[in-house]
């Protein structure tokens, strides 16, 4: 073929789609680099996305997303609880104990912040569920088992195991209850009181050093207790029914003033002594109904 017929075949050949609307090969390929990554990022959020009915106005309808705020204290709640647990590998107890408290004190947070915004999800109960079983099931009987616990052996290991299966089995007992029991009880000890009475004692015998065979089997007889104090039918106190709106008298905000004071002046021991008083209520309770003589 010579050159002048080379030519006129080439001026006969039809543009591609690329050159016919004025692209370059390379960035029609870039072009449909782009679309192909928008379809994936595309489908993976469709795939990936949370969807769940709920009764708004009366109607059952499904809602895409979940509630970014309440479910934010979750995490750092969740993030308490690990910590916990890589605190107490370390050896560094107090600061285990001390997330554990703090996780506490998220855990109150999350349920109280979805009601005041009205972004209450099943996804959320679910998600607290599964956050409290780390921080109040997990981490209280690991850092307890390799602080003290594991000096005991065998028995050490399976008194924390009891602990994490009671917390387990009161988180599934609570959430299929919810809405058929009386909100002015909880039903078994709270997996938050159980887990702050194990940690207060951490926090309590590790600032006094005490590795005595005594606090051995003591802290043997509180994880053992707490565990079985979870699943169990003794009622306690919710404190659900107090209405912070209403108002009070003078006496009782110098009351809460010199709680807080009491508390920093020794916290370990105080909330030691405030979380056992609870654990202890519900069975004292329990004891003065049954001695109550009927009617």
């Given amino acids: 073929m010579t050159q002048d017929a080379r030519d006129q075949e080439h001026a006969n050949t039809p543009p591609s789609d690329a050159t016919s609307h004025g692209e370059s090969p390379q960035q029609a390929s870039t072009s449909g680099d782009t679309v192909g990554n928008e379809d994936l990022a ?7 996305e949370v969807v769940e009915e709920a009764v708004e106005d009366g109607k059952k309808v499904r809602r895409k997303g979940i509630y970014l705020l309440p479910n934010l204290f979750t995490t750092s709640a969740l993030f308490s609880g690990f910590f916990a647990v890589v605190a107490g590998i370390n050896g560094e107890f107090t600061s285990a104990a001390v997330a554990i408290f703090i996780a506490m004190v998220l855990d109150g947070l999350d349920g109280r912040v ?5 972004t209450q999800s099943e996804f959320g109960a679910e998600y607290d569920s599964l956050a409290d079983m780390i921080s109040f099931g997990m981490a209280p009987a690991l850092v307890a088992f390799t602080w003290i616990l594991q000096d005991i052996g065998k028995t050490g290991w399976v008194v924390a195991f009891l602990y994490v299966a009671c917390a387990a089995l009161r988180l ?11 909100k002015k009880w ?3 000890l709270p997996s938050p009181s159980a887990a702050a009475l194990v940690a207060a004692s951490v926090w309590t015998f590790h600032s006094f050093d005490a590795d005595a065979v005594g606090f051995k089997l003591l802290m043997l007889v509180v994880v053992g207790a707490a565990g079985i104090l979870m699943v169990s039918n003794i009622r306690y106190y919710s404190f659900k029914d107090l209405d912070f709106k209403k108002p009070v008298p003078f006496v009782v905000l110098l009351a809460v003033v010199l709680g807080f004071v009491m508390i920093s002046v020794e916290p370990s ?9 609870y654990v202890c209520s519900g069975p004292v309770l329990a004891v003065m109904r049954k001695a109550k003589p009927k009617r």
């Fill in 42 to 48: 595309a489908a993976f959020l469709r795939e990936t």
């Fill in 172 to 182: 599934a007992r609570f959430n299929v209850q919810i809405g058929s029991v009386d």
């Fill in 186 to 188: 909880f039903i078994g």
């Fill in 269 to 277: 021991v105080m909330l030691l002594l405030l979380f056992a008083a």
């Fill in 114 to 118: 979805a009601r005041m915004t009205n």
